[in-house]
């Protein structure tokens, strides 16, 4: 029987750096690895690629959404049959995963397989703001079977405490630690209690408060200026991310909220030059990066 873990969480909470934590707790174990991202150009999957483990991606779309539904159940089917040990899903961050009990509780496609439940990471720096302006952070709260408090670093004690008491508000009885850098201790796995809720909506459909869009970015910059290119418009965003060629060499940027990261990148880039915004209503994002174009006309930037 393969045992399989969700790992959900809004955009920026850490989920890639958690799964790299989460993979070392089966030692000696087959492990596979399903990641999901909601934009069309696919990042996660090079950033995990060293671990050492089977890995396949579904991009462009969440894997509960109807539009991703039919791809994420192939996948699955596809990688019990190489008979792992655990399957690890990372679920896009503007996913709702609500009808997840629905979809692997489904015996005559998954019948060698065991739901162990939902792991849900929290932006301590950013929890507020995101809960307040993307529904799908109460819809990944509502099917957690473990809360990770994450980052805890960059916030204070008592913003930790009252994200804490709101978490334990609409997931009562389920366990929650605080955490950073996406460690955990194994034996919070043997405290999760999966109960592997169903949506009584069925298939999801896109939500159209969340966007997104590509920039795609030529000559012209350098790492400098491209970072404060960058910081003009990620505070209206959720997450920038993707690699670019700078100066003869690949560099990752991953932008959280205004939190602008770009540095040197040796692995595999997919799809170099072209980025991925992800924003919802309410955040001028689109207005925002055309004045930052209009501050960089040297440069080569277009948005598709």
């Not at 991703?68 to 961050?93: H, K, M, N, W, Y």
């Not at 630690?177 to 209690?193: K, Q, V």
Request: proline residues 5%; glycine residues 10%.
């Amino acid at each position: 029987m393969t045992r399989l873990y969700l790992v959900t969480g809004f955009l920026g909470a850490g989920k890639t750096t958690f799964l790299k934590n989460l993979v070392r707790c089966f030692p000696g174990q087959r492990v596979a690895l399903i990641i999901n991202e909601f934009g069309r150009e696919g990042v996660d999957g090079a950033l995990l690629s060293d671990l050492g483990v089977t890995l396949s991606e579904i991009d462009n779309g969440s894997i509960f959404c109807a539009c991703r539904l039919e791809q994420f159940e192939d996948t699955l089917q596809g990688t019990l049959e190489q008979e792992p040990d655990v399957i690890l899903v990372e679920a896009s961050g503007l996913s709702d995963p609500t009808s997840v009990g629905r979809i692997l509780g489904q015996r005559e496609k998954f019948a060698n397989l065991y739901y162990a439940g939902a792991i849900c990471l929290v932006d301590a720096a950013r929890f507020h703001k995101v809960y307040a302006t993307a529904r799908v952070c109460k819809l990944q709260l509502a099917v957690a079977d473990l809360i990770l408090i994450n980052k805890t670093d960059l916030a204070t004690t008592a913003q930790i405490a009252r994200i804490r008491e709101e978490v334990e508000a609409q997931r009562p009885g389920r366990p929650v630690y605080e955490t950073s850098f996406g460690a955990l201790d194994p034996a919070w796995l043997f405290s999760m209690s999966p109960s592997g809720p169903g949506s009584p909506s069925g298939i999801h459909t896109r939500d159209i408060t969340l966007q997104k869009l590509t920039l795609s970015v030529g000559r012209g910059f350098t790492p400098a200026s491209l970072e404060k290119f960058l910081a003009m418009f990620a505070e209206d965003t959720y997450r920038i991310k993707g690699f670019v060629p700078l100066s003869g060499q690949i560099y990752l940027a991953d932008c959280v909220g205004p939190l602008v990261r770009l540095e040197p990148w040796q692995g595999d880039a997919v799809n170099p030059g072209r980025l991925t915004v992800l924003f919802g209503n309410g955040l001028p994002a689109r207005k925002s990066i055309e004045t930052a174009i209009s501050w960089y006309p040297e440069c080569e930037v277009t948005v598709e």
